[in-house]
């Protein structure tokens, strides 16, 4: 552990006087020297725009730019065709709704979400349902706040049965930590033909992911969650879908030929990344895949991370002023978990933690649906990675029991 948390440079600092205890981890992750000493290295020795020149830096460029392109479809069982970058996992999600919605979806037709959603996926098909006029539905999450009640889906499949042309859910939430059963999904959404899109933003991380032991249609993530830069984020579809799609965005690179009258789209991916890309961002990515695989075994992250969490859960169960919100079964979380501190405003208990170093969120993560489904106010969130240590975790218990006395008493 020691060895992994020396590569990450923005461990060593400060904050007000305070070695610095990042948990904040489900929002960001930081950046191990590799990945920045690679984007400095494109900058410095490389840089040039992709497939538009034939000198040795535009060579260059692109090979790095098509090799990181191969690194992300090798993370998630995927073929090079079939993966495409964008800025982030919202453009991702944004690109799969407006072109379905835009290509395939018409009036009366049904679009099937889950109450778990950040508003990046809720948000793109709110907006495109008001266009299409078809309907939304949404999956409800357990009473107990453990998951997805897929009953419900189930339901809906016999009310709607070849209308429902879509599910678009989370793999893992960024606010209660709990999995989504996504072979399940897939299982029900086939007995009626509908697509499955699958947001795997705070999994790929954390676990080991398969496309096509998955079976998904279409999975979104963000390089930034993974160690990688912010701006460059990943969009996978199945090759037979993908070729029958129109691009969302015209321009530059995304075309074969143009003529007065219209134009020729360029072989798959290409076409669906029009205009000069985040080449940096494509070098720090596939930097940051490199870096997994040399330093991470996924199966001993999960450990550690449950190892993590579970130091958390318990602690924040001991504590009567504070609320665990989802279960408080340290088993059924993944690397996260929020909470609410009775008297305490979050923004207070995030400011005051901050103090002492500590680094959370607070608010509501950008899944205000969820929050408003149990009727709770914004929440604290910490939430851990490979480079958190078992000594942080308990620091952050110790501060957090010290402000929470200090401010309500």
Same mark, same amino acid.
Request: proline share 3%.
């Given at each position: 552990m020691d060895d992994i948390r020396s590569q990450f440079p923005i461990l060593q600092r400060e904050v007000n006087g305070k070695q610095l205890v990042y948990l904040d981890n489900a929002a960001t992750?930081?950046?191990?020297?590799?990945?920045?000493?690679?984007?400095?290295?494109?900058?410095?020795?490389?840089?040039?725009?992709?497939?538009?020149?034939?000198?040795?830096?535009?060579?260059?460029?692109?090979?790095?730019?098509?090799?990181?392109?191969?690194?992300?479809?090798?993370?998630?069982?995927?073929?090079?065709?079939?993966?495409?970058?964008?800025?982030?996992?919202?453009?991702?999600?944004?690109?799969?709704?407006?072109?379905?919605?835009?290509?395939?979806?018409?009036?009366?037709?049904?679009?099937?979400?889950?109450?778990?959603?950040?508003?990046?996926?809720?948000?793109?098909?709110?907006?495109?349902?008001?266009?299409?006029?078809?309907?939304?539905?949404?999956?409800?999450?357990?009473?107990?706040?453990?998951?997805?009640?897929?009953?419900?889906?189930?339901?809906?499949? +016999?009310?709607? +049965?070849?209308?429902?042309?879509?599910?678009?859910?989370?793999?893992?939430?960024?606010?209660?930590?709990?999995?989504?059963?996504?072979?399940?999904?897939?299982?029900?959404?086939?007995?009626?033909?509908?697509?499955?899109?699958?947001?795997?933003?705070?999994?790929v991380a954390h676990t080991q992911i398969d496309v096509g032991e998955l079976d998904i249609d279409y999975l979104v993530f963000s390089g930034h969650k993974m160690f990688g830069p912010t701006g460059i984020g990943v969009v996978y579809g199945k090759h037979e879908l993908l070729e029958e799609t129109e691009p969302w965005l015209g321009g530059g690179d995304m075309i074969s030929k143009v003529w007065k009258n219209g134009a020729e789209w360029a072989e798959l991916p290409w076409r669906f990344e029009a205009g000069t890309p985040n080449i940096a961002g494509g070098v720090g990515l596939m930097s940051a895949i490199d870096w997994m695989a040399n330093n991470l075994l996924m199966t001993q992250v999960e450990a550690h991370e449950k190892a993590l969490?579970?130091?958390?859960?318990?602690?924040?169960?001991?504590?009567?002023?504070?609320?665990?919100?989802?279960?408080?079964?340290?088993?059924k979380r993944n690397s996260l978990v929020s909470f609410v501190v009775n008297g305490m405003h979050p923004h207070d208990v995030s400011s005051m933690l901050d103090e002492y170093g500590i680094a959370v969120r607070a608010g509501y993560h950008c899944a205000e649906p969820l929050h408003k489904r149990f009727n709770m106010q914004p929440t604290v969130r910490a939430s851990f990675s490979v480079y958190n240590t078992e000594d942080e975790v308990k620091y952050f218990l110790e501060i957090l029991d010290k402000v929470i006395s200090e401010f309500v008493g």
């Open positions: 992750t930081q950046k191990p020297k590799q990945v920045i000493d690679s984007i400095t290295n494109y900058y410095t020795n490389y840089n040039a725009n992709v497939h538009r020149g034939l000198h040795t830096l535009s060579t260059e460029a692109t090979n790095a730019y098509e090799e990181a392109h191969r690194k992300a479809a090798d993370l998630i069982g995927a073929t090079p065709e079939e993966v495409f970058f964008v800025s982030n996992a919202t453009e991702g999600l944004n690109f799969i709704c407006n072109t379905v919605a835009e290509q395939g979806l018409e009036e009366g037709d049904v679009v099937v979400i889950t109450e778990m959603e950040h508003h990046s996926n809720i948000v793109p098909w709110q907006m495109a349902s008001r266009r299409k006029k078809f309907k939304l539905e949404w999956i409800p999450v357990t009473e107990s706040a453990s998951g997805l009640d897929l009953s419900y889906l189930e339901f809906l499949v +016999r009310k709607y +049965r070849e209308k429902l042309k879509l599910i678009s859910f989370v793999h893992i939430s960024n606010v209660l930590g709990v999995k989504t059963d996504v072979k399940k999904v897939v299982e029900i959404a086939k007995t009626v033909g509908a697509l499955t899109v699958l947001d795997a933003t705070q999994t969490t579970k130091i958390a859960v318990e602690g924040l169960k001991r504590d009567s002023r504070i609320k665990i919100f989802g279960p408080d079964d340290a088993d």
